[in-house]
């Protein structure tokens, strides 16, 4: 089956500075890769997604990449603010069912 | 507004006991799932279903089952309840390849 690893566990940045968590996976036929944020005591929530057929989406100060060669994607967050901070967790998709497959989740926190 | 809502927040089982953990979705999604969340471990998979009567296991099916009668419900049943089965459980759904809803969670303890 699908297996979704994610780095860093934990990531501590400043206000203002980017963050950057990484994702692989291992099934090339995965073709959806959402990210979910969870914030304390709450359930996860979709923040960007991206598919198989797209290398780059961007919204505000969110973007993801997708390289399917390597099986790697990334989150991008700039000027983060202290509302970023929460656990972040990358999926992959695979099969017409949407199986998804979820990383072990990055803690970021952003400092004043 | 998309609801999953699960049927408790809190339980608290005896080992041994039969349990059942019920979510319900209001958006006609034909995915329904079923995760466990442990610290440091993240969401892993237990069942999930893309049509009525229709599973298939996820990564952590041992100890679980589930039933889908109808579209809208996903049942998790854990037919003897241990204590390596405390913890929280998410329930979500989805069309396919679209974002996944989220019910609050159910945390599990079992003494």
């Known amino acids: 089956g699908e297996n979704v690893e994610q780095h860093p566990s934990t990531l501590s940045v400043q206000e203002g500075d980017s963050a950057v968590i990484k994702c692989t996976y291992s099934?090339?036929?995965?073709?959806?890769f959402p990210w979910y944020k969870q914030e304390l005591g709450k359930r996860p929530q979709l923040i960007i997604d991206?598919?198989?057929?797209?290398g780059e989406k961007k919204d505000q100060r969110i973007a993801v990449t997708l390289n399917k060669t390597a099986k790697h994607f990334s989150l991008h967050i700039t000027e983060t603010q202290p509302e970023d901070s929460a656990v972040y967790f990358c999926?992959?998709?695979?099969?017409?069912?949407?199986?998804?497959?979820f990383g072990t989740g990055t803690q970021l926190k952003v400092e004043l | 507004d998309v609801k999953v809502t699960q049927s408790s927040r809190y339980l608290v089982k005896r080992t041994g006991e039969k349990v059942f953990l019920e979510c319900v979705q209001d958006?006609?999604?034909?995915?329904m799932f079923w995760y466990r969340q442990d610290p440091g471990l993240g969401l892993r998979l237990i069942y999930f279903?893309?049509?009525?009567?229709?599973?298939e296991k996820g990564d952590i099916p041992e100890g679980y089952s589930v039933s889908r009668e109808k579209k809208e419900r996903f049942s998790l049943i854990l037919e003897s309840a241990s204590t390596n089965q405390t913890s929280m459980y998410l329930c979500?759904?989805?069309?396919?390849?679209?974002?996944?809803?989220f019910g609050q969670g159910t945390r599990l303890t079992v003494v």
């Open positions: 958006m006609d999604h034909e995915n």
């Open positions: 979500a759904s989805s069309f396919s390849q679209t974002e996944a809803f």
């Open positions: 991206i598919r198989s057929n797209v």
């Open positions: 999926a992959a998709g695979t099969g017409g069912g949407n199986k998804l497959t």
């Open positions: 099934d090339s036929a995965s073709n959806y």
């Open positions: 279903s893309y049509d009525v009567k229709m599973k």
